[in-house]
Structures are given as structure tokens and as C-alpha cells.
T-cell receptor
Framework: EAQVTQNPRYLITVTGKKLTVTCSQN?????MSWYRQDPGLGLRQIYY???????DKGDVPEGYKVSRKEKRNFPLILESPSPNQTSLYFC?????????????????FGPGTRLTVL | GIQVEQSPPDLILQEGANSTLRCNFS?????LQWFHQNPWGQLINLFY???GTKQNGRLSATTVATERYSLLYISSSQTTDSGVYFC??????????????FGKGTLLTVNP
């Protein structure tokens, strides 16, 4: 089954304790991205990756790191989590194929990770 | 960046009723999607619809790209349709970041 998976789905941690949220897709997609969703602020992009070893900042990258060593994986790293990073996190991927008019990039989202930082 | 406006913000229906949700964009988008966020928080892809009309069961969507809006139609609504409906669009920006910009969503409640 084609899908985007995230782990863990739920995490409660304490300030300053490094954590990693994994993201994996089995669709051979080039583009991957992380978003966070907060009440009243909607979904905002954290980081994105156009391909292996190619990553760049989104709108709210502070306090996060990413890496893209393999095409299928795009982990999100919080080196020193703080309470303002409590949020619902989504990983997404898209094929980014040129199909006729423009780039086809329907994005598929993982199930989300609810993170609470105390 | 583009602005996405959804209407109505809230909608309460009786089971069996029909509804239309609207999404307006401040600028042209090359990729437009509709999602349903269920009560567990999962974002479910409904339609990828940069232009034209698509149908999937009781749901259909129409995008008029030249006028920068999209409509989602729900017919014969069921309680399981409850949740938040988002539209989102992206542009092929200079940095090739296909960031999706989401609207604030329409909270749909379908009562039995």
C-alpha cells in the first residue's frame, strides 16, 4: 500500500531532551516536507527537500533540523525541544513529475505526530 | 505568498442534506487539493484538482483556475462526513518549493 508513515504517533517529552520524528514514504517521491499545525495558525511549513541531500527552510524552521540521506526517509530532529514546539506535525511527500502543463505534485500526508513538550 | 480564503467557516447540516464549500485564492495556483481532516487529526486526500471537475462518490469538486476559486460539493451528507475540510494550493515558486498554503478550513458537523 502506497503511504507515508510517521513515528511516533504520540509523544510526550520534557524540555531539552533531543528527539527525532521519523517519516518514510514508499512511493519513490522526490519531494518531502514537514508541516506543523497549530490552532488559529493552520498548517505551516517547517522544512522541505527536493531530493536526496537537498533540503531547505520553510516558514518556521527555528528549532528544527532535517536530513535526507535516502530518498524514502526524511526525519525531523528537535535538538532541544521547548514547550512552544508542542504541536501536531505532518510529513508529506509528492512525486513532482512534469505532466503536460506544469508540475504534478499532489501531496500525500502522513498520519501526524502529536508532540507535547513539558 | 498566496492567501487562501474558505467559506463558510462553520456549517451544520442534517443527515441527507447537500452542501457547497468554497475556496478563493489571492493568486494563481498550479496545484490545488482538497482534504478532509477527521476527528483523529488525519488529513485525507479528497481531490487533486488544478482545474476542471472531478467526482468521487457523493463528493465532487470544481476548480475555475482563471477565476481563482474552487468548490467542493457534498451530497446526501452522512455523519461520517463531519470534520474539517481544507483546501490548499501551491505555486511553482522560484525556489521550487511546492509548499502547500492551506485555508483555515470549514468545520462541518452532520447531525443524525
Amino acid at each position: 500500500e502506497a503511504q507515508v508513515t510517521q513515528n511516533p504517533r504520540y509523544l510526550i517529552t520534557v524540555t531539552g531532551k533531543k528527539l527525532t520524528v521519523t517519516c518514510s514514504q514508499n512511493m519513490n517521491h522526490e519531494y518531502m516536507s514537514w508541516y506543523r499545525q497549530d490552532p488559529g495558525l493552520g498548517l505551516r511549513q517547517i522544512y522541505y527537500s527536493m531530493n536526496v541531500e537537498v533540503t531547505d527552510k520553510g516558514d518556521v524552521p527555528e528549532g528544527y533540523k532535517v536530513s535526507r540521506k535516502e530518498k524514502r526517509n526524511f526525519p525531523l530532529i528537535l535538538e532541544s525541544p521547548s514547550p512552544n514546539q508542542t504541536s501536531l506535525y505532518f510529513c508529506a511527500s509528492s512525486l513532482n513529475a512534469n505532466r503536460g502543463q506544469g508540475i504534478y505534485n499532489e501531496q500525500f500526508f502522513g498520519p501526524g505526530t502529536r508532540l507535547t513538550v513539558l | 505568498g498566496i492567501q487562501v480564503e474558505q467559506s463558510p467557516p462553520d456549517l451544520i447540516l442534517q443527515e441527507g442534506a447537500n452542501s457547497t464549500l468554497r475556496c478563493n485564492f489571492s493568486d494563481s495556483v498550479n496545484n490545488l487539493q482538497w482534504f478532509h481532516q477527521n476527528p483523529w487529526g488525519q488529513l485525507i486526500n479528497l481531490f487533486y484538482i488544478p482545474s476542471g471537475t472531478k467526482q468521487n462518490g457523493r463528493l465532487s469538486a470544481t476548480t475555475v483556475a482563471t477565476e481563482r476559486y474552487s468548490l467542493l460539493y457534498i451530497s446526501s451528507s452522512q455523519t461520517t462526513d463531519s470534520g474539517v475540510y481544507f483546501c490548499a494550493g501551491s505555486q511553482n515558486s522560484g525556489g521550487s518549493n511546492y509548499k502547500l498554503t492551506f485555508g483555515k478550513g470549514t468545520l462541518l458537523t452532520v447531525n443524525p
